[in-house]
């Protein structure tokens, strides 16, 4: 998102951009309420009035500090989490009400030890070996990150489509438009 918002600032630096953070419920529903012109994220369960783009197709990854024992494995099998501090988003979050279910599907408890509602405040504590997170692709540490590392989940290996989403019936400013078709190139060129 960095990438994208200087980029746009660089092509339009007379538009005040305005980015709101938050849990996917809470986007959503400023985007229904007309606050928003779009959103990204996780799209979950479609909604008639939204027009869902997608961006990018990832999976689930836990993330965690380089030196945790998950750092030699290719991918984390779901039963590996038993027992592990995880570092969540709330109880609302798509991760968290995808993942208890498969977890108590497979007869175990995830033990969300500490909730925390931004990434930033997330990646600080894994960084800091309070524990790991479950974490959307995109969403995980990048590749050269000097701290953290990420493995897919498998099994089950749960598919996370990232989106674009808007209210159908919004007509957006040329502004927001500019901003919309940044993202969809960003994505479409592999970047994400």
Known sequence: ?????????????????????????????????????????????????????????????VAFHREHPFAVLASVPLRALEGEVLVSLPPSANPRLIFDGAAASAGFRLDHRITVNTYSTLYALLGARAGVAILPDPGVPEPGDRLLLSRPIDAPRVPSRFSLYSLKSRIMSTAALALRQLMVEHYSAGRG
């Open 1 to 61: 998102l960095i990438g994208i918002v200087l980029e746009y600032r660089r092509l339009y630096p007379q538009v005040t951009l305005v980015v709101h953070e938050g849990l996917q419920a809470s986007i959503r529903q400023e985007i229904l309420n007309g606050v928003l012109d779009f959103g990204i994220g996780f799209v979950r369960e479609p909604m008639d009035e939204l027009a869902v783009e997608t961006l990018h197709d990832g999976c689930f990854h």
